[in-house]
């Protein structure tokens, strides 16, 4: 499809573990955000990519979060050492960028169900 | 900071009735204003948005007006269906931001 993609849709680990999460976005976006869907705060904002740079990471809870971007497209968020409270679905966007792209809406990927035990 | 309130729900409508969910917001500069929707085990699709003051957004019956004056972007629908019930979010983004910011989401429920 034309959508975008993540995998994979639901990952349960034991604590203590590290995981990757992996997000395609849409086919031209340059653009790309990271999204952490919890039942306690809601979307939090994590982290947004320009290409392969990531100009804010201010989302980004604690150092065993990490996030990289290559080609300009496939982006991987890596978790470290995880913990029961990175439980949430996290959600990859992407959006078009040229005049005025700050308006441009974000799309969504049905996001990765990640369940730390 | 940026900040999205929305009504907090469940709200729950009978078939064919009107709904409002309310949204207002505070932000710096000139946001655009979107309104999401999320149906269950999915992700988030946009439903409408608007980019300046006293734009409507308009899409599959439901309805939004960015009011500057009143800092609110209400979605509105005139006659809710069984297949309209998800979760909504009102969002800001746009300007210099290019974030969302999010309300905390209102679960709407129609029953036939």
């Known amino acids: 499809g034309a959508g975008v993609s993540q995998s994979p849709s639901n990952k349960v680990t034991e604590k203590g573990k590290d995981v990757e999460l992996r997000c395609d976005p849409i086919?031209?976006?340059?653009?790309l955000y990271w999204y952490r869907q919890s039942l306690g705060q809601g979307l939090e904002f994590l982290i947004y990519?320009?290409?392969?740079?990531?100009?804010?990471k201010s989302g980004l809870p604690s150092d065993r979060f990490s996030a990289e971007r290559t080609g300009g497209s496939v982006s991987t968020l890596t978790i470290q050492r995880t913990q029961q409270e990175d439980s949430a679905v996290y959600l990859c966007?992407?959006?078009?960028?040229?005049?005025?792209?700050?308006?441009?809406?974000?799309?969504f990927g049905d996001g990765t169900r990640l369940s730390i035990l | 900071g940026d900040s999205v309130t929305q009504m907090e729900g469940p709200v729950t409508l009978s078939e064919e009735a009107f709904l409002t969910i309310n949204c207002t917001y505070t932000a710096t500069g000139y946001p655009s204003l979107f309104w999401y929707v999320q149906y269950p085990g999915e992700g988030l699709q946009l439903l409408l948005k608007?980019?300046?003051?006293?734009d409507k957004g308009s899409n599959k019956g439901f309805e939004a007006t960015y009011r500057k004056e009143t800092t609110s972007f209400h979605l509105e629908k005139g006659s809710v269906q069984v297949s309209d019930s998800a979760v909504y979010f009102c969002?800001?983004?746009?300007?210099?931001?290019?974030?969302?910011?999010f309300g905390k989401g209102t679960l709407l429920t129609v029953n036939p």
């Open positions: 966007a992407s959006s078009s960028t040229g005049t005025g792209f700050s308006n441009q809406p974000q799309h």
């Open positions: 086919s031209g976006h340059t653009a």
């Open positions: 990519f320009q290409g392969n740079s990531a100009p804010d």
């Open positions: 969002a800001l983004g746009g300007g210099s931001n290019y974030k969302l910011t």
């Open positions: 608007a980019t300046k003051a006293d």
